[in-house]
């Protein structure tokens, strides 16, 4: 699982390079309009799990080396679920994820009893056995980096002492 600190760090750029070290990477994304956003093959969480069930065919992902999951927080309780199901069911696949909480909210809230970056952390856990934590904003200049830092240390950490990122 690849989560980042700020946006810009690389997430969605991993399935690229995975793409020139020469395997068939499928990208799996919360919605359309961000599948025809990506360079290569990909599509939509509800094409690759054929929901709603019998109005969509079957996806056939056999062709594929590598599944990623990108802006997979994007999503909510059941999806995870059937990701959790795709990995055991696929041991012969690279299943990757991407994303982090502090970007785009779900799509479907996740719970009402804790915090929602705290909880979509664990959901994740369950389902990644390997965690890597992008640092660096690759989109800006070392300047705006510090600026970015403090910003994210003011808001993350003060404004929420229970986050994750804390």
Not at 12 to 19: F, L, N, P, R, T
Not at 52 to 65: A, R
Not at 127 to 148: Q, T
Not at 158 to 165: A, I, K
Request: glycine share 6%.
């Amino acid at each position: 699982m690849f989560r980042a600190k700020y946006a810009g760090s690389g997430k969605s750029y991993i399935a690229k390079y995975i793409i020139k070290l020469g395997y068939k990477v499928l990208s799996v994304v919360p919605h359309n309009r961000l599948s025809q956003e990506i360079d290569g093959d990909a599509v939509s969480f509800n094409m690759f799990f054929e929901i709603p069930g019998d109005e969509l065919p079957p996806f056939d992902h056999s062709e594929f080396d590598v599944i990623f999951f990108d802006e997979i927080f994007m999503s909510h309780e059941y999806f995870y679920s059937t990701v959790k199901r795709c990995v055991k069911d696929n041991p012969n696949k690279i299943t990757l994820g991407a994303g982090d909480t502090k970007q785009l909210p779900p799509i479907n809230d996740l719970t009402n009893t804790q915090q929602r970056d705290l909880h979509a952390g664990m959901c994740i856990d369950r389902i990644f056995k390997h965690d890597i934590y992008l640092k660096v904003c690759k989109r800006m200049g070392e300047k705006d980096r510090i600026k970015l830092d403090l910003l994210f240390h003011d808001f993350w950490i003060h404004e929420l002492p229970n986050s994750r990122y804390h």
